[in-house]
């Protein structure tokens, strides 16, 4: 990276099964069918994201834990009509996402400190 950071990208099989950074672990990746259903973020996996398909290979759920922090996961379910369009979604657990704006928040300030590289900004994101 420009900065002398280093990114490493191990893959099992065609897919990432594990993002680095300079030697630390930034994520753990697992697939299956060629979709992600887990994955871990942090030092330590404090934050675990976990997807559910179904038989279509439509989302139906995903699961948001942020360990030792949150004493209730994030859930959203993807609900879809007859011929597959998404009707919508209900997402679980208010008082969880109060708490997780408040973590990505600190998280944010740290990162503008330390200039950390986060899995956001690996996979593209804003």
Same mark, same amino acid.
């Given at each position: 990276?420009? %900065?002398?950071?280093?990114?490493?990208?191990? /893959?099992?099989? $065609?897919?990432?099964?594990?993002? %680095?950074?300079?030697?630390?672990? *930034?994520?753990?990746?697992?697939?299956? /069918?060629?979709?992600?259903?887990?994955?871990?973020?942090?030092?330590?996996?404090? +934050?675990?994201?976990?997807?559910?398909? %179904? $038989?279509? @290979?439509?989302?139906?759920?995903? #699961?948001?834990? *942020?360990?030792?922090? *949150?004493?209730?996961?994030?859930?959203?379910? /993807? %609900? /879809?009509?007859?011929?597959?369009?998404?009707?919508?979604?209900? #997402?679980?657990?208010?008082?969880?996402?109060?708490? +997780?704006?408040?973590? $990505?928040s600190a998280l944010n300030i740290a990162?503008?400190?330390? @200039?950390?590289v986060t899995d956001k900004m690996i996979? @593209?994101?804003?």
């Open positions: 990276m420009p %900065d002398g950071n280093i990114l490493t990208y191990h /893959y099992q099989g $065609e897919n990432v099964s594990q993002i %680095d950074l300079n030697g630390q672990i *930034l994520s753990n990746h697992q697939w299956e /069918y060629g979709q992600e259903i887990r994955r871990h973020m942090g030092r330590f996996g404090e +934050l675990t994201c976990r997807h559910q398909f %179904d $038989e279509c @290979g439509r989302l139906r759920q995903q #699961t948001l834990q *942020l360990h030792q922090t *949150l004493s209730k996961p994030i859930e959203r379910r /993807y %609900d /879809y009509n007859v011929v597959g369009e998404l009707t919508g979604s209900t #997402t679980t657990s208010i008082s969880s996402q109060i708490a +997780l704006k408040e973590f $990505e990162i503008k400190q330390n @200039g950390i996979h @593209g994101g804003n």
